[in-house]
C-alpha cells in the first residue's frame, strides 16, 4: 500500500519532483510506503516528514488507485492533507511547486499519480 498527499492551497496543489535517477524527473504527490503496523495516515505523516521535513495532519481519504502495469502493481490511496509546518527541506525531491490543478495533466507524472489527477479534474 502506497500513501498520497494532496495538500490544496488557493486553487493549486503542491506537487514534489523526485531526483534524477530510478524514477528521478517524475512529479508526483508527496507520499511513500506504509509501513508493517502503520494506519495509512500515520504513514503519511511519517513520509512527509522525512521527504519535506515537514508536519502535517492526514485529512479524508480522497480516492484510491489499484494500478496494476507491466513493472508495478500498487494501491494507491490519496488523502487530504493540511500542513502544520512550512518549512520544506527537499530530503528525495529537487523541486517543489505549487501548481494549478487544471495544468497538472501537462506535466510527467507517474501513471498512478495521473489518475489522482483524473479524480481531481473530473470527480471520477
Same mark, same amino acid.
Given at each position: 500500500?502506497?500513501?498520497?498527499?494532496?495538500?490544496?492551497?488557493?486553487?493549486?496543489?503542491?506537487?514534489?519532483?523526485?531526483?534524477?535517477?530510478?524514477?528521478?524527473?517524475?512529479?508526483?504527490?508527496?507520499?511513500?510506503?506504509?509501513?508493517?503496523?502503520?494506519?495509512?495516515?500515520?504513514?503519511?505523516?511519517?513520509?512527509?516528514?522525512?521527504?519535506?521535513?515537514?508536519? $502535517?495532519?492526514?485529512? =479524508?481519504?480522497?480516492?484510491?488507485? +489499484?494500478? #496494476?502495469?507491466?513493472?508495478?502493481? %500498487?494501491?494507491?490511496?490519496?488523502?487530504?492533507?493540511?500542513?502544520?509546518?512550512?518549512?520544506?527541506?527537499?530530503?528525495?525531491?529537487?523541486?517543489?511547486?505549487?501548481?494549478?490543478? $487544471?495544468?497538472?495533466? =501537462?506535466?510527467?507524472?507517474?501513471? +498512478?499519480? #495521473?489518475?489522482?489527477?483524473?479524480? %481531481?479534474?473530473?470527480?471520477?
Amino acid at each position: 500500500m502506497v500513501v498520497a498527499a494532496v495538500i490544496e492551497r488557493e486553487g493549486k496543489v503542491l506537487i514534489a519532483r523526485r531526483h534524477k535517477g530510478g524514477i528521478g524527473g517524475v512529479w508526483e504527490f508527496p507520499g511513500g510506503k506504509v509501513r508493517n503496523g502503520e494506519t495509512p495516515e500515520h504513514a503519511l505523516e511519517r513520509e512527509l516528514a522525512e521527504e519535506l521535513s515537514i508536519q $502535517a495532519h492526514t485529512g =479524508e481519504w480522497l480516492y484510491t488507485v +489499484p494500478y #496494476r502495469g507491466e513493472k508495478l502493481s %500498487l494501491d494507491l490511496y490519496a488523502y487530504r492533507v493540511e500542513l502544520i509546518t512550512e518549512s520544506f527541506v527537499l530530503n528525495d525531491h529537487d523541486e517543489l511547486r505549487w501548481e494549478e490543478i $487544471a495544468r497538472l495533466d =501537462e506535466m510527467m507524472f507517474s501513471e +498512478p499519480d #495521473r489518475l489522482i489527477i483524473r479524480f %481531481l479534474l473530473t470527480g471520477e
